[in-house]
């Protein structure tokens, strides 16, 4: 993998100045989420859970609640029976527009992670923690969204995501970076890629047309 000190130093030059401006002018939209959560189900309003950062390290990733507090919050998603029956009538709609990724700006301007980057794996996701050191993936600082997020999200199997997250640490730079989140704000807009409790739904429909 190769090293890019320049690209480094303007990547966190550009995460600082924007995760700030963007706190700022989220901020009364957060709020009024903050409000909704606490009014819809009890518990807390942050869900706060242990992720994999760059080069493996532990780091505590914030979302937007948007499950109810019985649910295991070490399990991922698409391993939860019936994910759906898990999902507050708030977090439907935060997940389905992203809106519970908002306070990973935070991580950002705290430098735990990046806007761009491979999306940070569950501490116990082994699976695919080990499909990334295959590609230095695990080399790079994590990111709100990705080249994996844009390709297909939740619909890509594990080692398709694997790929694609290697595939961004051969091609990052400042302008793929950008061209990444332009490329997410339309995808977020689509709902692109968003199946609860699903993983590699892509491939299974693949499959399925292969057998009709």
């Known amino acids: 993998m190769k090293k890019k000190p320049f690209y480094s130093f ?30 819809d189900s009890k518990g807390p309003v942050l869900f706060k859970q242990k992720r994999i950062g760059r080069k493996k390290k532990t780091f505590t990733i914030l979302k937007f609640r948007s499950m109810y507090i019985d649910t295991d919050p070490n399990s991922p998603t698409h391993q ?8 507050t009538k708030v977090g439907r709609f935060i997940r389905k527009t992203s809106i519970d990724e908002l306070p990973q700006l935070f991580n950002i301007f705290a430098g ?14 082994d699976d695919l923690i080990a499909e990334r050191d ?28 694997a790929k694609l ?17 332009f490329k997410t704000v339309f995808s977020v807009f689509k709902h692109e890629g968003v199946v609860e409790g ?10 399925e047309g292969v057998h009709s």
């Open 10 to 39: 303007f990547k966190r030059c550009f995460d600082l100045f924007c995760s700030l401006i963007a706190i700022l002018v989220f901020a009364l939209p957060m709020l009024i989420v903050a409000i909704a959560i606490k009014l």
């Open 80 to 87: 939860l029976g019936n994910a759906k029956s898990h999902i």
């Open 112 to 125: 735990q992670m990046s806007f761009v980057g491979p999306r940070p794996a569950l501490w116990n996701q």
């Open 134 to 161: 295959k590609y230095h993936a695990n080399d790079v600082k994590v990111g709100l969204t990705g080249l994996a997020q844009i390709s297909g999200r939740d619909e890509l199997e594990i080692p398709v995501k």
């Open 165 to 181: 997250d290697g595939d961004y640490v051969e091609k990052r730079g400042f302008f793929y970076d950008i061209g990444l989140i």
């Open 198 to 207: 699903g993983t590699g739904e892509m491939e299974k429909r693949e499959e």
